[in-house]
């Protein structure tokens, strides 16, 4: 016969098994799923664009579905084109998301396209890469402490060439004792794979030793990719100002220029302003 001790003690082991084995799964039902917090890339942008970097602005939003605010960790990065890749990084993060709600942090990622060529040594100035970006959000979550949160994000980034710019020609017309005028035509040409604009050109132009005119021009031409223009800047030379050494020098073929100042681009991914320094020969037309 089994003792009263005996059967309690049974009663007692089971129960202990059926709360042990089963409870944690029956506990996890009645609470529901442990929630999770969700992050997204909400937009990118370009900034600081020039012709030696850029920085790439990601804008990465994240969710605080806990009863307790939220603290940032940090945010990594890892950059590709074509699985080849070529920038990673880390920032620490600080501040903490309230509860229940959003915040959106920036991540800035410089790219030197100097450094990107050496990688990605098919590509050449001028061109429009894509990139995959790999990125993490690491927060410091409740019970389960540091949490990391991929997200992942398509995009393409230029590697801006300059334009080419000269002096093509001079066309003198009015020729006299008193001087003359004439058109000189700018030539600029886009080496690049992204059409862009002459928002702006400033320039101080010498013949020779002569210094022929200076001024600026807005919204000058338009370019397509690969294509050239020339922009028509009117002349002037007079000879009370300047003798008669300047007939004698408007009368030939040629003659040799300077050109200083600068050149105001816009493009699909931002403005850019190159600085002018350029000298040659260039032929006159009569």
Same mark, same amino acid.
């Given at each position: 016969?089994?003792?009263?001790?005996?059967?309690?003690?049974?009663?007692?082991? &089971?129960?202990?098994?059926?709360?042990? =084995?089963?409870?944690?799964? +029956?506990?996890q039902? =009645?609470?529901?799923p442990?929630?999770t917090?969700?992050? $997204?890339?909400?937009?990118v942008? !370009?900034t600081? &664009?020039?012709?030696?970097? +850029?920085? %790439?602005? &990601?804008?990465?939003s994240?969710n605080? #579905?806990?009863?307790?605010?939220?603290?940032?960790v940090n945010?990594?990065?890892?950059?590709? $084109?074509?699985?080849?890749?070529?920038?990673?990084?880390?920032?620490? =993060?600080?501040?903490?998301?309230?509860?229940?709600?959003?915040?959106?942090?920036? +991540?800035?990622?410089k *790219?030197?396209y +100097?450094? =990107? %060529?050496?990688?990605?040594q098919?590509v050449?100035?001028?061109a429009?890469?894509?990139y995959?970006?790999a %990125?993490?959000?690491?927060?410091n979550? #409740?019970?389960v402490? *540091?949490l990391?949160?991929?997200?992942?994000?398509?995009?393409?980034?230029?590697? #801006? @060439?300059?334009?080419?710019?000269?002096?093509?020609s *001079?066309?003198?017309?009015?020729?006299?004792?008193? /001087?003359?005028?004439? %058109?000189?035509?700018?030539? *600029?040409?886009?080496p690049?794979?992204?059409?862009f604009?002459?928002?702006?050109?400033d320039?101080?132009i010498?013949?020779g @030793?002569?210094?022929?005119?200076?001024?600026g021009?807005?919204?000058?031409?338009?370019?397509?990719?690969?294509?050239a223009?020339?922009?028509?800047?009117?002349?002037?030379?007079?000879?009370?100002?300047?003798?008669?050494? !300047?007939?004698?020098?408007?009368? /030939?073929?040629?003659?040799?220029?300077?050109?200083?100042?600068?050149?105001a681009?816009?493009?699909?991914f931002?403005?850019?302003?190159?600085p002018?320094?350029? $000298?040659?020969?260039?032929? &006159?037309?009569?």
């Open positions: 016969m089994h003792s009263a001790k005996t059967d309690h003690i049974r009663l007692s082991l &089971f129960l202990g098994c059926v709360l042990v =084995l089963p409870g944690c799964a +029956l506990l039902s =009645l609470l529901g442990r929630p917090p969700t992050v $997204s890339v909400t937009g942008r !370009i600081d &664009f020039s012709l030696t970097d +850029l920085t %790439l602005a &990601f804008d990465v994240i605080n #579905p806990y009863s307790v605010p939220l603290p940032l945010i990594d990065y890892a950059l590709a $084109s074509q699985a080849q890749p070529f920038l990673q990084g880390q920032a620490p =993060l600080q501040g903490t998301i309230p509860v229940g709600q959003s915040k959106t942090v920036t +991540l800035p990622a *790219v030197v +100097l450094e =990107l %060529l050496k990688v990605l098919a050449r100035p001028g429009i890469i894509p995959h970006a %990125l993490g959000l690491s927060v979550a #409740p019970i402490g *540091v990391r949160l991929p997200i992942e994000k398509d995009g393409q980034l230029p590697v #801006p @060439a300059p334009p080419k710019v000269a002096v093509s *001079v066309t003198w017309q009015n020729l006299s004792l008193a /001087g003359a005028t004439g %058109l000189l035509k700018l030539s *600029v040409s886009n690049n794979a992204f059409a604009e002459v928002a702006g050109l320039y101080d010498k013949l @030793a002569f210094s022929l005119t200076k001024g021009l807005t919204n000058a031409a338009s370019l397509a990719a690969g294509a223009h020339e922009i028509g800047i009117k002349v002037a030379v007079s000879t009370s100002q300047a003798g008669l050494a !300047i007939l004698q020098m408007v009368r /030939g073929q040629s003659s040799s220029y300077s050109l200083a100042g600068a050149l681009i816009g493009t699909p931002g403005p850019l302003r190159l002018l320094a350029l $000298s040659g020969q260039v032929p &006159f037309l009569h």
